[in-house]
């Protein structure tokens, strides 16, 4: 349960985001832009982008050797095909696949997601950090994010605290933007590394 009472079930996000495929655009060039400094910047090797909806993204990863796009909704991925043979990517791959579940295959140097775990509701958002921290080194996290809510939040959208979320993952923060124009923040998180400390055995990971 959330704060405004019981949220929808996993089944009733999934029907709403296949039924908004066929619509589904937002131009924002900002929000690319920003996010296209930050992937310069790191210079990745491999990219997995969680909730890639209908690729809107994808060209910023036409010199990533190997990029993955995944998304739970069949309807985003018929349209994100379309878009990889457009801007002919053949370092693009694109799966099926609900985070909240478990974690996608392979190890990357960089994992991104955009206004995806604004969509995941309370009760499942910390098991999804956790499949996500699984499959990569550096996190870039843009998402909506406000200290208050400003406005009644829709049905599907949720606010959640990234930081201490990703901290409990194993996370450090390592940056973040906020956006002058818009209640979204960019964070960039890292795995912590351990440190070896002599005749300390690190605790077992959990599985
Ligand atoms: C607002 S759209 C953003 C799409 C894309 N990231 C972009 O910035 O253009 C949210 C996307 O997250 C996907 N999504 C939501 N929950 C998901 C889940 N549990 N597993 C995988 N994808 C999910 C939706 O299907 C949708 O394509």
């Known amino acids: ?43 990745p090797q491999s990219l997995i982008e969680i909730g890639c909806g209908n690729g809107e993204l994808f060209s910023l990863y036409k010199h990533i050797p190997i990029s993955v796009g995944i998304d739970w909704s069949e309807e985003m991925l ?10 002919y990517l053949p370092n693009l791959r694109l799966w099926r696949h609900d985070i909240t579940q478990c974690s996608p295959q392979g190890n990357y140097d960089v994992v991104v997601t955009r206004t995806v775990l604004m969509h995941i509701p309370p009760e499942a958002i910390e098991k999804t950090i956790r499949h996500i921290v ?16 400003t406005e009644k939040l829709a049905a599907h959208n949720w606010l959640h605290d990234y930081v201490p979320l990703f901290e409990k993952a194993g996370c ?35 599985a």
């Open 1 to 43: 349960m959330s704060s405004r009472g019981r949220s929808p079930t996993l089944q009733q996000l999934l029907n709403y985001w296949e039924n908004r495929a066929p619509s589904y655009y937002i131009e924002d060039p900002f929000g690319r832009a920003i996010l296209k400094a930050f992937i310069e910047k790191l210079q």
């Open 172 to 206: 450090e923060l390592i940056e973040s933007y906020t956006r002058p124009d818009l209640p979204q923040v960019l964070f960039q998180f890292q795995k912590k590394k351990s440190i070896d400390i002599p005749g300390v055995q690190e605790n077992a990971k959990e």
């Open 78 to 87: 018929i349209r994100a095909n379309l878009r990889k043979g457009r801007h």
């Open 134 to 149: 699984k499959v990569g080194e550096r996190f870039l996290i843009f998402e909506y994010f406000e200290t208050i809510p």
